[in-house]
């Protein structure tokens, strides 16, 4: 079956436009995660749904960054005013289950700020 | 911080021998999970080790866990020049939703 899509798969932005990364989770899965994931780091958590309740949102780095799942499927993470620092692999992943669950990563959202 | 560090951070073997990488964390986890990346095929579960089990085995790979040493150990058997990648251990800890991953071990393996 189909795995997780993201798109799109490279974004160039100059500094301060907004951007909205999109992300397809498998059919089905409850749960949806946000990363960020910079060059020769491992992925850092940005945010938890559960559904459409956003449960954590400990990870993201400022209030420019937004993230939602109106209808509990589909997700957009939005960033505003981009600046340098955003520049990272944006990895969105789903999960069958609530906890303890392998999570199933998308090939991820390459965000170039210039 | 729950994150995992992995060791070492780089590690380059023939095709052929046997490849160990190790993890260690802070505090209690309900599981510890380790993921495999490359350019190809991007992030990919390997293997979930839950708290109350000390070894997992699944193809080619053996997981271990230790909590009272609060390590793990990633062994991977009989290295095919496709096993080349970054390995991350992720625990996740009690109560959590989130998986913290570490830098990431780089595995080279020489044909």
């Known amino acids: 079956g189909a795995g997780v899509s993201q798109s799109p798969r490279y974004k160039v932005a100059k500094r301060g436009q907004d951007v909205a990364l999109r992300c397809d989770p498998i059919?089905?899965?409850?749960?949806l995660f946000w990363y960020q994931q910079a060059l020769g780091q491992g992925p850092e958590f940005l945010t938890y749904f559960q559904n459409e309740a956003q449960l954590d949102k400990s990870g993201l780095p400022s209030d420019r960054f937004f993230a939602e799942r109106p209808e509990g499927s589909v997700s957009t993470q939005k960033i505003q005013r981009t600046q340098q620092e955003d520049s990272a692999v944006y990895l969105c992943?789903?999960?069958?289950?609530?906890?303890?669950?392998?999570?199933?990563f998308g090939p991820g959202t390459r965000l170039t700020v210039t | 911080s729950q994150q995992g560090e992995e060791d070492p951070q780089a590690l380059s073997i023939q095709e052929g021998e046997n490849a160990t990488m190790n993890c260690s964390y802070k505090?209690?986890?309900?599981?510890l999970q380790w993921y495999r990346q490359n350019s190809g095929r991007g992030l990919v579960h390997l293997i979930l080790i839950r708290s109350n089990e000390r070894e997992k085995h699944s193809g080619r790979l053996r997981v271990t866990l230790d909590t009272s040493k609060k390590s793990s150990s990633l062994l991977i058997t009989a290295s095919r020049a496709a096993d080349t990648a970054s390995y991350f251990c992720?625990?996740?800890?009690?109560?959590?939703?989130?998986?913290?991953f570490g830098k990431g071990t780089k595995l080279s393996v020489i044909p």
């Open positions: 505090t209690s986890i309900n599981n």
């Open positions: 059919s089905g899965h409850v749960s």
């Open positions: 992943a789903s999960s069958s289950d609530t906890l303890s669950y392998e999570q199933y």
């Open positions: 992720a625990p996740e800890g009690a109560g959590s939703y989130q998986l913290t």
